[in-house]
T-cell receptor, first 112, second 114 residues
């Protein structure tokens, strides 16, 4: 069966460092993936989308990569700030109608 | 522009009771989604509407859950009867069209079944 796994439940880093979050998938061939941020008590907020024919996408301090050979996506936040502390969700899509399958999320805490 | 609206924000019911959630998507968004998010997990799609037609309801427990989207705008999700394992946050999301675009989520309804 399809499986999506984010590498760790929690990641703690110091302010100013680069946070790297991993999302792996098995038994699946996604056409694209998305990353969302979720704060406590709120719904997820879209951050980035990357398609299967794209290796890398950037937006301000955010960078996402998509390796279909390794079946993995990496999400980087450079020069991290305490305000970046949140849960980050990866989501894969492979249907024409936009269905997303989410990972379980990684809780990122950036310490001052 | 106004975001996705959901109500109520919180609901506590006893098992075997029924409950309904309401969602108003962003104006002009044709696609509407209902997700269930259990604590510590990612959102799981329950049902997806394209306008007022169902596109995917493969993970909706149809013996107890139902959803409708009349006139292709607002939507309601109902649980009847509720079980303890239905305790979760129910998220509504919408997107502009049918396809691979970003989804806009509402704040969710936190349901506790006792």
């Amino acid at each position: 069966s399809q499986k999506i796994e984010q590498n760790s439940e929690a990641l703690n880093i110091q302010e100013g460092k680069t946070a790297t979050l991993t999302c792996n998938y098995t038994n699946y061939s996604p056409a694209y993936l998305q990353w969302y941020r979720q704060d406590p008590g709120r719904g997820p907020v879209f951050l980035l989308l990357i398609r299967e024919n794209e290796k890398e996408k950037r937006k301000e301090r955010l960078k996402v990569t998509f390796d279909t050979t390794l079946k993995q996506s990496l999400f980087h936040i450079t020069a991290s700030q305490p305000a970046d502390s949140a849960t980050y969700l990866c989501a894969f899509g492979g249907t024409s109608y936009g269905k997303l399958t989410f990972g379980q999320g990684t809780i990122l805490t950036v310490h001052p | 522009e106004a975001g996705v609206a959901q109500s109520p924000r919180y609901k506590i019911i006893e098992k075997r009771q029924s409950v309904a959630f309401w969602c108003n998507p962003i104006s002009g968004h044709a696609t509407l989604y209902w997700y269930q998010q259990i604590l510590g997990q990612g959102p799981k799609l329950l049902i997806q509407f394209q306008n007022n037609g169902v596109v995917d309801d493969s993970q909706l427990p149809k013996d107890r859950f139902s959803a409708e989207r009349l006139k292709g705008v607002d939507s309601t999700l109902k649980i009847q009867p509720a079980k303890l394992e239905d305790s979760a946050v129910y998220l509504c999301a919408s997107s502009l069209g049918r396809g691979r675009g970003e989804q806009y989520f509402g704040p969710g309804t936190r349901l506790t079944v006792t």
